[in-house]
């Protein structure tokens, strides 16, 4: 029974071994990956206009640039309850919907093309209500914008407004295929602000109606309206245990507000409380920003909006205690 046994296994061994290997005869011969220090890095991603606003206009900000403000209208719209609204409707309907958005939004722009609206919506057939979202910023080298047209706006009119220098218009580029009217922005990425591991990370991926970002502190007379030596010893104080900042951002949602200071802020609370013992702003920071909770581990500070449209009157006019340079 042994010697049965053994002769079956042999068999049945040398079968295995030879259907191996007549599969192995039959297999392509394998490609090895290249060693992953021979791999090119691609650099920063080029504009994708499927990004949430905020995020897909970092590869258009010069790197230069020092400060960002971002108004979605697309999502002001939607918070409002007027999606569908657009250059088309009637002057009344879209005149009730600006009413309404500044006095219920977190706007940090009303519309770059709103001095020209009405002669844009005579002669070009668009306006304000066809920007799907703005950009502009400010640097050194000049000023510029950036505003994305809903995706089917007709864009022959829109050229037209460029080339008769129609208000902010005069001086425009315009990408048809993008959908985009642009003033002094790069076409470079490698270039811009999505070359900067922490401007990316300040902006976040996730939809908002308005976001602003600052490359540097807020100055106390800025901010407060008044001189720091005028301080009693306590506040003083505080704003001399602050930390440095280099950077911040504000982010507007509906009804929160999320202010990023970077990683690592051992600050993060004395920020958040920091306006308690300083002087008011105007209107007061306590009407736009309340009820702040602090995470020093990812520099967030979280901020209730009681009123949006005033906090964000206080971006749009820098009026943050919680970014303000220390002493």
Do not use: H, K
Request: glycine letters at 10%; proline letters at 8%.
């Amino acid at each position: 029974m042994r010697s049965w046994g053994a002769a079956v296994l042999l068999t049945a061994a040398v079968t295995a071994t030879s259907l191996t290997s007549g599969c192995s005869a039959d297999r392509p011969a394998r490609t090895l990956a290249p060693p992953l220090e021979e791999l090119v890095d691609a650099g920063p991603p080029s504009y994708d206009p499927g990004l949430e606003a905020a995020a897909a206009v970092l590869a258009l900000v010069p790197e230069e640039a020092t400060s960002l403000s971002v108004t979605d209208f697309d999502q002001v719209r939607l918070l409002l309850g007027a999606s569908l609204l657009t250059g088309q409707d009637p002057a009344p309907v879209r005149e009730r919907f600006w009413r309404r958005a500044d006095a219920q939004a977190p706007l940090l722009s009303e519309g770059l093309l709103a001095p020209v609206d009405a002669e844009l919506a005579a002669d070009y057939g668009f306006t304000r209500d066809d920007v799907s979202w703005e950009a502009s910023f400010t640097g050194p080298a000049g000023d510029g914008f950036v505003l994305a047209l809903r995706d089917d706006l007709p864009m022959a009119g829109v050229q037209r407004a460029v080339r008769d220098g129609v208000g902010p218009l005069a001086g425009a580029d315009v990408d048809a295929v993008l959908r985009l009217v642009t003033v002094g922005t790069t076409d470079d990425p490698e270039a811009s602000w999505a070359t900067s591991e922490e401007l990316v990370a300040l902006v976040g991926p996730a939809a908002a109606n308005a976001t602003y970002v600052e490359r540097d502190c807020l100055d106390f007379d800025q901010a407060f309206g008044a001189d720091r030596s005028t301080l009693a010893a306590v506040p003083a104080d505080d704003l001399a245990a602050l930390e440095p900042l280099e950077m911040f951002s504000v982010t507007l949602g509906g009804e929160l507000a999320t202010v990023r200071l970077g990683s690592g802020r051992e600050d993060a609370f004395e920020r958040m409380r920091l306006a308690g013992n300083l002087p008011a702003t105007e209107p007061e920071l306590g009407l736009g920003f309340s009820q702040g909770v602090a995470d020093p581990i990812g520099g967030r500070i979280g901020f209730q909006m009681p009123d949006p449209a005033v906090a964000g009157r206080l971006t749009r006019e820098r009026q943050l205690p919680f970014a303000v340079c220390p002493s």
